[in-house]
């Protein structure tokens, strides 16, 4: 499959037409931005950790009855997803109390959560994705009610999916965040799930092991995600 024309691009990924309109090609760059893209930077092979391990997840979440974009990778940094009409929500899934949680709630950060919190804010970076109730998605017709239904029940099995196989692998998900569209009618997964949309902790030392090492000036981007990468996707360093 080949590209066309670029479609859009965003802050991390662009997206390109392929000569089936069904299709897209999603090239996972090396850039990445943090505080609504005031804050940004290129980090060498971010983008190929980024698109193994979002490969690697949506594969897991496939084999576990989810519905996902994912077709197949085209090369290390390309992946062919289906055209889904995207919804434009941002739906965060919280285990563990960090980031924006406990800056504006008093929430300790590692706080563990008694279950897990949905926030679902509205995806506009010039608004700063302000936060959605149902009736404002509704209202602005985001999606409906059923839909909305849909998303949070699917989200919630995708975070028990995730859990699982990350504490295997040594990892704490504190929490991580989500996009779906829809294929025909039915409601998708979309966008990719890697160490640029999840927080990631090391079991051990409690360090983070994903875009806050960015965001806060934590370290070494590079280190952090090619650790998760070993832990997540093994065979790539064979
Ligand atoms: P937050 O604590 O900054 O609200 O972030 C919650 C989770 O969502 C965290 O895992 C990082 C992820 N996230 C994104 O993927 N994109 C974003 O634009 C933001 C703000 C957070």
Redesign the pocket.
Known sequence: MKKTDELYSGKAKTIYRTEDPNLLIMDFRDSLTAFDGEKRSEVPKKGYYNARISKKIFELLEENGIKTHYREMLSDHEMLVDAVQIILV?V?VRNIA????TRKYPFEEGQVLNEPVIVMDYKDDSRH?PMLNEDIAVALGLATRAELAEIRRTALKINEILKAYLDERGLILP???LEFGRRNSEIVLGDEISC????LWDKKTGDSLD?DVFRFDKGDLAAAYREVARRVVPEIFD
């Open positions: 941002e965060i960090a980031g924006s949680m994705d929490d991580f965040k640029d949309t999840c927080r875009k």
